[in-house]
């Protein structure tokens, strides 16, 4: 009876062994497999809309972004839960580790501390531009180098960055706005001489009617990448490095395909380009 006691025990856990290693995230032990509830990704998100990439209908988030991630954990498998927060609290969520992933994120080395970016995981490109009123557009005579905005008072939201360029450059005024509509604001009242905001999204907001008598200049910063990034300091972090590597294997499978170029034209992309 021992003996066959013993020999059941160890079959058992070479069962065990067996289902971990085969497990599609890679997990070495029982308590990793434990570790996963309900095979959920939870991401943050800022809490506005940014049309076409991000924004919410009739209580529901939709956009590009959102289309593209819920696609690529449909294919993993998985659920997604996204959760919508000021942008700076959304970051703070997801640096502290509480949530697994945040969408339209922009890199910089700081981030980096907290956050797996793979360059699979693009989700689109930002084209920053600078915004005026109409009636003040002649004053403004940039070129690439943006020299001549050290006089200028430049908007900015808060928490936001603005690519490496950008965010390098000394000797400039930026006064930080909380939204979009404080952009808006802030420029038609003449407190800001410029604000900076993505192509697609100052695209999109004139599409629905918003900004009226503004206009985006000629002359802005490079294009700069929005990744989903993933959390270094979620405690599950061993399993979001490997979701992290399989997302963006999925995502490249299916930006070469039928139905992402599909999903472009739904959202008319090439006019924000």
């Known amino acids: 009876m021992n003996s066959l006691y013993l020999t059941g025990k160890l079959l058992c856990r070479l069962c065990l062994i067996s289902i971990a290693f085969i497990s599609p995230f890679g997990f070495t032990s029982e308590n990793d497999l434990l570790s ?3 095979n959920k990704l939870v991401i943050a998100r800022g809490i506005g809309n940014y049309p076409p990439l991000e924004m919410v ?12 991630i819920r696609y ?23 640096a502290d580790g509480e949530v697994d992933a945040i969408t339209y994120f922009g890199y910089t ?8 970016y793979n ?39 808060h928490g936001y960055s603005y690519g490496k360029y950008f965010d390098g450059l000394k000797n400039i ?18 407190r800001h001489d410029l604000s ?9 907001f004139k599409n629905r009617g918003d900004f009226k008598g503004i206009t985006a200049l000629e002359a802005g910063i490079d294009s700069d990448p929005q990744y989903i990034a993933f959390s270094r300091t979620n405690r599950d972090l061993i399993r979001l490095k490997k979701l992290s590597e399989l997302f963006a294997k999925e995502l490249e499978r299916f930006k070469a395909s039928d139905d992402y170029a599909e999903l472009l034209i739904k959202y008319e992309f090439h006019r924000y380009r």
């Open 36 to 38: 996963v509830e309900d």
């Open 57 to 68: 209908e009739g209580n529901r988030v939709t956009g590009l972004h959102i289309e593209i």
């Open 72 to 94: 690529v954990t449909s294919q993993l498998g998985m659920s997604v839960e996204f959760v919508s927060l000021p942008w700076v609290r959304a970051i703070k969520k997801f």
């Open 109 to 116: 080395k700081e981030r980096e501390k907290f956050s797996f």
């Open 119 to 157: 360059e699979g995981n693009i989700l689109s490109n930002t084209r920053w531009v600078f915004l005026a009123l109409e009636e003040r557009k002649h004053e403004f005579n940039l070129d690439s180098s943006l020299a001549g905005l050290e006089d200028l008072i430049i908007g900015v939201q």
């Open 173 to 190: 005024t930026r006064d930080a706005v909380l939204n979009e509509a404080d952009v808006e604001l802030m420029l038609k009242k003449k």
């Open 196 to 204: 900076l905001m993505s192509y697609q999204e100052f695209s999109g």
